[in-house]
């Protein structure tokens, strides 16, 4: 494989285009979207180190959206033949890959409730639920604080929101002692109060059972290891 640093807002891989490789996040931030003709654009994921974003390239010949970068980031490129020859010597390789697109697809169902149910305040708490713990299962949290350069523009293109109702919750998210943001840094002093706030069950990203929160129908506890 080889690896590429890029800036921040930049294009992996476009819509479009066709792909001979796929990408792993080393480090930084991606995101996957789609831009129509008149220029607006919907953000639909957020990727953290350890994602793999495109392992449907290898069946698909034409990408139907754009992955950029939200920060600074380091990724690496694994060819499709690689990739090929890897999964077809490692079967339980070519399962995990499997798994892990299946993982994706239940995170894009739970955007589409995002979108659709949950107020304004419930979708953002929601999104930073989800990436908090998406970086804590690869150790990537220190306490309840983690890095988060998302803007408030993308904030606005995730969950369908204008900047000024992003602006707005924002403040309302810290007034409430809910986060604190500042300076691309995110904490949370207490995830009860945002998982509430963002009827949030992580049972959609499938962390291993000694990750996962309990569902809102049990007590609320996080069990995290090591």
């Given at each position: 494989?080889?690896v590429?640093?890029?800036?921040?807002?930049?294009?992996?891989i476009?819509?479009?285009?066709?792909?001979?490789?796929?990408c792993?996040?080393?480090?930084?931030?991606?995101?996957?979207?789609?831009?129509?003709?008149d220029?607006?654009?919907?953000?639909?994921a957020?990727y953290?180190?350890?994602?793999?974003?495109?392992?449907?390239?290898?069946?698909?010949?034409?990408?139907?959206?754009?992955?950029?970068?939200?920060?600074?980031s380091?990724?690496?490129?694994?060819?499709?033949?690689?990739?090929?020859?890897?999964?077809?010597?490692?079967?339980?390789?070519?399962?995990?890959?499997?798994r892990?697109?299946?993982?994706?697809?239940?995170?894009?169902?739970?955007?589409?409730?995002?979108?659709?149910?949950?107020?304004a305040?419930?979708?953002?708490?929601?999104?930073l639920?989800?990436?908090?713990?998406?970086?804590?299962?690869?150790?990537l949290?220190?306490?309840?604080?983690?890095?988060?350069?998302?803007?408030?523009?993308?904030?606005?293109?995730?969950?369908?929101?204008?900047?000024?109702?992003?602006?707005?919750?924002?403040?309302?998210?810290?007034?409430?002692?809910?986060?604190?943001l500042?300076?691309?840094?995110?904490?949370?002093?207490?995830?009860?109060?945002?998982?509430?706030?963002?009827?949030?069950?992580?049972?959609?990203?499938?962390?291993?059972?000694?990750?996962?929160?309990?569902?809102p129908?049990?007590?609320?506890?996080?069990?995290?290891?090591?």
């Open positions: 494989m080889t590429r640093d890029f800036r921040g807002d930049e294009d992996i476009r819509d479009g285009d066709r792909a001979s490789q796929c792993l996040l080393l480090e930084g931030f991606l995101c996957r979207y789609k831009t129509l003709a220029g607006s654009r919907t953000i639909m957020f953290v180190p350890g994602d793999i974003p495109d392992l449907h390239s290898l069946h698909l010949g034409v990408m139907d959206h754009t992955l950029g970068t939200v920060a600074p380091r990724v690496a490129f694994i060819p499709h033949d690689a990739m090929r020859r890897l999964t077809h010597r490692h079967p339980r390789l070519a399962d995990a890959f499997w892990d697109t299946l993982i994706d697809a239940a995170v894009f169902r739970e955007w589409i409730v995002n979108l659709g149910s949950r107020d305040c419930s979708r953002i708490a929601h999104l639920c989800e990436i908090f713990l998406k970086l804590k299962a690869v150790g949290t220190q306490d309840n604080a983690f890095d988060f350069p998302v803007t408030q523009s993308k904030i606005a293109d995730a969950t369908g929101l204008s900047n000024v109702h992003v602006n707005r919750t924002l403040m309302e998210l810290r007034a409430d002692g809910v986060i604190t500042e300076r691309g840094r995110c904490t949370i002093p207490d995830f009860e109060r945002l998982r509430n706030a963002a009827m949030f069950d992580d049972a959609y990203l499938h962390l291993p059972a000694k990750q996962q929160l309990k569902s129908q049990g007590t609320a506890e996080l069990s995290y290891a090591g």
